[in-house]
């Protein structure tokens, strides 16, 4: 797709996501257990053994209570497109909150600015084809997103479990493929150097061959999504989950 045709689309640069995406990549890269991916298409990174054995259990068993089938903002023609199950987590949960709080201290965000994490559950046959993260500016959901903390920026993406055959995530644009492995996570920036959209973070979740895939996925915007500051997680808050 030509780059005019992509821009104007998904939306044109700025400075406030330029900066963020800066200061971001600097955080991570001076954290000795992140490591850059090999690719210069966008800014990626890993980081092993982010969580515990115990803490990917207990949001597997979250997701299994709580899972209905997952949604897209813009509808596709392609009833193929998403066919995996999503669990919207209660940030106030004793198991979900100390998470949240250590995805956004290790992005240095602010945890006000991250969307409910979400559980994705993907069975044999399901998948997610290729999309991306950022909202299109074009877009008729376009002015709700800019309500509610407005564009996307970083993405963290953490596996849950081993697969035994299939369920990798792949960026064919970045020529990147990770294949599910249980405390992994995954982070990446959506936005150009320039705080553009970047088209090159286009990631399709690969079917399922043999086994079931969790993930859970934290999508950051470049303001605050939450009306309040989060200085703990004893009290109940409201939330309402965004989908891609």
Known sequence: ??????AKISGGPSPHRSR????????????????????DAAQMYTYPDFLTDAECDALVALIDANSRPSTLLAKSEDP??????SSDLNRWDDTVGPIDLRIAGLLGIPAENAETLQGQRYAVNQQFRAHCDYFHESSAYWPKMQETGGQR??????????????????????????????RLLVIWNNMLPD???NYDTLHEGMRVIEGT????????REEA????????????????????
């Open 225 to 244: 999504w939450l009306r309040q500051p989060i200085d703990t997680y004893v009290s109940p808050g409201v939330e309402t989950a965004t989908d891609e």
């Open 195 to 197: 705080g553009s959209p």
């Open 80 to 85: 193929e497109y998403r066919t995996s199950d």
């Open 213 to 220: 895939k969790y993930i859970v996925t934290k999508w950051f």
């Open 1 to 6: 797709m030509d780059k005019k045709v992509i």
């Open 153 to 182: 920026t970083w993405t963290a993406m953490a596996y849950l479990n081993d697969v035994t055959e299939g369920g990798a995530t792949w960026f064919p644009r970045a020529g990147l493929r990770f294949k599910p492995k249980k």
């Open 20 to 39: 963020i995406g800066r200061e971001v990549a600097a955080r991570l890269e001076a954290n000795p257990g992140v490591r850059r991916a090999r690719t």
